[in-house]
Structure formats: structure tokens, C-alpha cells
């Protein structure tokens, strides 16, 4: 099977508060991007065509991504980190019953 290229999906650039353009709130904007690609599966022998959601700080002002955040899965996964960050101002963990709301 050939190797197909990444597919761009979603792209979000979202807030916490409207405050985040101050320049003492640097991290208070994240990049979220989902894209569609191809995964290695050892297993398998071979490859499968999946989504991937990537998290980074983003720096509005210099235009530029920071450190990366987290990863999760498809268009839930992107849904629900931008609404949690949106309400909360905190990175998306499955983990936390707090959080669970955001799923939905």
C-alpha cells in the first residue's frame, strides 16, 4: 500500500478568557490540529489511515506554536479539548471526572 500524505482535518486556535493577549498571559491561547494519516502497525504488517489531534501553546502575538501540550485521537477528541480549555483553561485529561463533561 502506498503511503498516502497527511490530510489536513481541523484546525483551532482557541482562548481562555479574554485576556490572553496581554502580554503577562502568554499561554493562555493553545493551537489544537487534527489531521488524518497513516500509522505503522507492527502487528498488522502494515499500515492504517487514522486521526490524530496534536495540543501546543500558542504565542498570538509572535504567531508562533510552544511547547507541545498532549495528543488525542479524532474530531471528539479536538471537540472536547476545545471546549474544556475554552471553560476551563486547562489542558483535556479523560482521566478527570471533571472533565468527563466535555465529551458529550
Known amino acids: 500500500m502506498t503511503p498516502q500524505p497527511?490530510?489536513?482535518v481541523w484546525k483551532s486556535f482557541v482562548w481562555h478568557e479574554d485576556d490572553c493577549q496581554s502580554p503577562s498571559?502568554?499561554?493562555k491561547c493553545i493551537f489544537v490540529s487534527t489531521i488524518e494519516r497513516d500509522y505503522d502497525i507492527?502487528?498488522?504488517?502494515?499500515?492504517?489511515r487514522g486521526m490524530e489531534t496534536l495540543v501546543w501553546e500558542f504565542d498570538w502575538k509572535k504567531d508562533e506554536r510552544g511547547k507541545l501540550?498532549?495528543?488525542?485521537?479524532g474530531l471528539d477528541d479536538h471537540h472536547a479539548i476545545c471546549r474544556c480549555f475554552i471553560a476551563?483553561?486547562?489542558m483535556f485529561d479523560e482521566n478527570k471526572p471533571e472533565?468527563?463533561?466535555?465529551l458529550r
Not at 69 to 73: D, I, K, R, V, Y
Open 42 to 48: 507492527m502487528a498488522a504488517g502494515g499500515t492504517i
Open 25 to 27: 498571559l502568554p499561554a
Open 99 to 102: 472533565h468527563e463533561r466535555f
Open 69 to 73: 501540550l498532549g495528543q488525542g485521537g
Open 88 to 90: 476551563t483553561g486547562e
Open 6 to 8: 497527511d490530510k489536513r
